[in-house]
């Protein structure tokens, strides 16, 4: 069983209806990410059906994704963490209630000037959200752009948490170094990127623990050159690439497709268990 550790399976099926049906039959298991109550119920409503026939599981992930600030300021003159009172009280309630099996995606996105601006609010959102996964000892799943700093000051939390795990990983290969000389949990997740001549991915991707290594689409997010959208289909390309860095660096482990996907895999599965 492949699996993919981070996607969007709401916006996947509006762009492509039959995108469940063809991740039931890729069998791949899959961290769902939601920011909305309904999205988040569609994701569960999958997950179930997922479990119910014996379909490769459906991971539920919620938070409120760090570029939301930046849509509400533009909509009116300020903006605060009040404003997603609904989404905070709504994921302390499905930590509580167990339906979660992460935190995320959460973080800080400072890649253009509108994000910039409200960076004061994405650090009041990324406490709140820690807060709640130290409090029910749940992953967290970063969305982290343009950003790296703003992690640092919170080693002393994360290394507390079961798992951290850093989605579309773009930071530098020391940098994830750094993270795990301080004793964080982490986990790196590469996808696309890797196929599109990201550098820092790639060396990345080559010189990490292969213990710390997750691979994901996005989806549909971080589609290949040629496509309109990232999808399941996408994996073993992700797969043959990311297993040709590792062999091309001349790592010890992971240097072909289906040791791999075995490495990954049981990566995912050691952070998202199923019942």
């Known amino acids: 069983m492949a699996s993919d550790a981070h996607a969007h399976p709401l916006d996947l099926l509006d762009l492509h209806p039959n995108a469940e049906e063809e991740r039931r039959s890729?069998?791949?298991?899959?961290?769902?990410?939601?920011?909305?109550k309904e999205e988040f119920l569609l994701h569960e409503k999958l997950s179930a059906a997922a479990k119910n026939?014996?379909?490769?599981?459906?991971?539920?992930?919620?938070?409120?994704?760090?570029?939301?600030?930046?849509?509400?300021?533009?909509?009116?003159?300020?903006?605060?963490?009040?404003?997603?009172?609904?989404q905070l009280?709504?994921?302390?309630?499905?930590?509580?209630?167990?339906?979660i099996s992460a935190v995320g995606e959460c973080?800080?996105?400072?890649?253009?000037?509108?994000?910039?601006?409200?960076?004061?609010?994405?650090?009041?959102?990324?406490?709140?959200?820690?807060?709640?996964?130290?409090?029910y000892n749940l992953?967290?799943?970063?969305?982290?752009?343009?950003?790296?700093?703003?992690?640092?000051?919170?080693?002393?939390?994360?290394?507390?948490?079961?798992?951290?795990?850093?989605?579309?990983?773009?930071g530098s290969p020391d940098e994830a170094s750094a993270l795990l000389r301080k004793g964080i949990p982490a986990f790196f997740s590469l996808g696309t990127t890797?196929?599109?001549?990201?550098?820092?991915?790639?060396?990345?991707?080559?010189?990490?623990?292969?213990?710390r290594l997750l691979l994901e689409t996005d989806a549909p997010y971080q589609p290949l050159q040629g496509k309109m959208f990232s999808s399941w289909p996408d994996m073993p390309a992700i797969l043959e690439a990311a297993a040709k860095i590792r062999k091309e660096?001349?790592?010890?482990?992971?240097?072909?497709?289906?040791?791999?996907e075995e490495i990954v895999d049981r990566n995912f599965f050691g952070i998202f268990k199923s019942e």
């Open 26 to 36: 890729l069998n791949i298991a899959c961290a769902a990410s939601s920011c909305g």
């Open 53 to 86: 026939e014996g379909a490769a599981p459906l991971f539920l992930c919620f938070a409120v994704h760090p570029q939301l600030p930046a849509l509400v300021v533009s909509e009116k003159t300020n903006c605060s963490a009040a404003d997603f009172r609904d």
């Open 89 to 99: 009280e709504l994921l302390s309630a499905l930590a509580a209630e167990n339906r």
């Open 107 to 135: 973080g800080f996105d400072l890649y253009s000037q509108n994000y910039k601006n409200t960076e004061a609010i994405q650090d009041e959102l990324f406490a709140v959200h820690l807060e709640i996964a130290m409090q």
């Open 139 to 170: 992953p967290v799943v970063l969305h982290v752009r343009r950003a790296m700093h703003k992690i640092f000051p919170y080693v002393k939390i994360l290394k507390e948490l079961p798992a951290v795990i850093f989605h579309s990983w773009s």
């Open 194 to 211: 890797l196929l599109l001549n990201h550098k820092k991915a790639i060396q990345s991707f080559a010189s990490l623990p292969a213990e």
């Open 249 to 260: 660096a001349g790592t010890m482990e992971g240097t072909n497709a289906i040791e791999l």
